[in-house]
């Protein structure tokens, strides 16, 4: 059974459109992240979360915001999306956010795209 | 700021081989954590490994071992014994000790192919 849940697994968007990303982890971490894997960034760091509050931000845009309704929930949400914006999205946990040593595990992704 | 870097874009090896990828990072911090992740062709990232700044024994899980030079801040990754389901991509990340470099850096990756 997969740990991390992240639906949907393939996205098309028109430009301009909101979508809404969903991750879920039943592995009772403390800890949850977005990454973002494009071409050109792989990998790339984009929030995380601690018992359900933001840790850090390093996504420039305001138009990607993270929501948290459970300690095991973190969604993400996008507005006005570009053609830029479409990349493979991933939820990832670990047991607590300041405990360095702990390894993340991944969520399949959501893999969007932007027409 | 925290950076790791992978210099080799893409490795091909015979099966059942020996294979070394590079890695070589930038940090501040005295105290560190070094991982090894792994992305199949399916996309799914897996965790492989990890060394811990302070350890002076490299670490070693499976036919998954690591060449950490702190010196020359790099965590090289050997796989031995390669088989074609390693064919994958593999990335380097780093984790600083500060409460605020929390997040998990990746490098850019390496692909590595196994041929029979």
């Known amino acids: 059974d997969p740990k991390i849940i992240q639906k949907p697994k393939y996205l098309v968007a028109v430009t301009g459109s909101e979508k809404i990303l969903i991750c879920e982890q039943y592995l009772g971490h403390n800890a949850m992240y977005w990454y973002r894997q494009s071409a050109k960034k792989p990998l790339e760091f984009m929030f995380s979360y601690s018992y359900q509050k933001l840790m850090d931000n390093q996504t420039a845009s305001s138009r990607f915001q993270p929501q948290s309704s459970k300690k095991n929930h973190l969604d993400l949400q996008i507005t006005a999306l570009k053609p830029d914006d479409s990349a493979t999205y991933f939820c990832?946990?670990?047991?607590?956010?300041?405990?360095?040593?702990?390894?993340?595990?991944f969520g399949s992704g959501t893999r969007l795209l932007v027409i | 700021a925290q950076k790791v870097t992978q210099t080799q874009t893409s490795i091909s090896v015979v099966e059942k081989t020996t294979v070394t990828m590079d890695c070589v990072y930038e940090?501040?911090?005295?105290?560190?954590?070094l991982f090894w992740y792994k992305q199949t062709a399916s996309g799914e990232i897996v965790f492989l490994i990890r060394?811990?700044?302070?350890?002076?024994e490299n670490a070693t899980v499976g036919h998954y071992s690591l060449n950490f030079q702190k010196p020359k801040s790099s965590i090289g990754l050997i796989i031995t014994a390669t088989q074609i389901e390693d064919s994958a991509v593999y990335f380097c990340a780093m984790r600083g000790m500060n409460y605020n470099q929390g997040k998990l850096i990746f490098g850019q990756g390496t692909k590595l192919s196994i041929k029979p």
């Open positions: 990832a946990s670990s047991q607590d956010e300041d405990t360095a040593n702990s390894d993340y595990t």
């Open positions: 060394q811990d700044s302070y350890k002076k």
């Open positions: 940090t501040r911090d005295s105290s560190y954590f």
